[in-house]
């Protein structure tokens, strides 16, 4: 770290995880407190809210002068080549016969029939543009999503063109950014937009599942309190983890602990604890505002089975 140029320049924070045989340094999205902590759990929750969820994501800049598609990866985005089947702009996406703008026919019976020629249109030049547009993003949409994999998309552009890619888009994950048009922004604020765009559809996500855990008919399902969500955690019983922000709740690990495991110090958060237990046990973590879980308990969880 000493050595490296962009550390001695500043920066975004950082948080080291020290442990024997590990080593791991991540840059931060989020300003964090500075403190150093022993315990038998990294620390994690402070960097949770603001830790991306995917490994990968893919951001798609809309424009119809130029389409731009950049890879995220690791904190960094940047740009990579379209797949060839997807055009390069919208003017140079397809070549449309001119319509048939005029019909001519001629009305028939009674004395206030009008003799001659009728024109009838097929279609205002608006209407035309929007059907070209879709047809557009339909054949973008389909070539991306094999390349995609199953990664992320977000959308950048302006209102209207982001309403009418998500209209005809069968990709299942698709986000899309607060609107604004791409065409002069750079990739470092196309990746700040796509960020932005991942982290609120986790937060999304933490709401959706604490709707799940207040309306669960299977109260067996769903527990809360610290120790005994811990304790579900460390058999692997935890499905969803719901957390507030900024919590902590200081105590010893308990009695499933071996311990030796809690060695090396005595009280530690046990909120910390029950989340790396729960992603140890292939669950997933939520972050929620302080309160808004409610009730008297900063965390809840969503249980594979009951005990």
């Known amino acids: 770290l000493v050595e490296n140029p962009a550390s001695v320049a500043g920066g975004s924070d950082s948080v080291i995880f020290v442990s024997p045989g590990l080593f791991r340094h991540l840059g931060l999205l989020a300003p964090i407190s500075e403190r150093l902590i022993v315990a038998s759990h990294p ?70 029939a009008q003799v001659g020629p009728t024109r009838f249109g097929t279609g205002s030049e608006r209407d035309l543009a929007h059907d070209r547009l879709h047809h557009y993003f339909q054949i973008v949409d389909r070539e991306l999503t094999g390349f995609l994999k199953g990664a992320p998309l977000v959308l950048v552009g302006i209102t209207q063109e982001l309403a009418a890619y998500r209209s005809v888009s069968e990709y299942p994950h698709l986000l899309a950014a607060r609107p604004t048009s791409p065409e002069h922004l750079t990739w470092e604020e196309l990746k700040e937009r796509g960020q932005e765009a991942v982290l609120k559809a986790q937060r999304r996500e933490a709401e959706r599942v604490l709707g799940e855990f207040r309306e669960s008919a299977r109260r067996d399902h769903v527990t809360s309190g610290v120790r005994e969500v811990l304790e579900a955690a460390r058999e692997g019983r935890v499905h969803k983890l719901l957390l507030e922000n900024s919590v902590e709740h200081k105590g010893l690990l308990g009695p499933s602990f071996p311990v030796d495991f809690a060695r090396i110090e005595g009280e530690q958060d046990l909120i910390n604890a029950a989340a790396v237990e729960t992603i140890r046990g292939h669950g997933e973590v939520y972050m929620l505002d302080r309160g808004e879980i409610g009730g008297s308990s900063p965390i809840a969880a969503v249980l594979r089975y009951s005990d």
């Open 43 to 112: 620390h994690i929750t402070p960097i949770l809210a603001h830790l991306m969820p995917q490994k990968v994501f893919y951001v798609l800049a809309i424009a119809k002068k130029l389409l731009r598609l950049g890879r995220w990866h690791n904190g960094q985005c940047a740009e990579v080549p379209l797949p060839a089947g997807v055009p390069k702009s919208f003017e140079a996406a397809l070549v449309f016969d001119q319509p048939d703008h005029d019909l001519q026919s001629r009305s028939a019976g009674g004395s206030s």
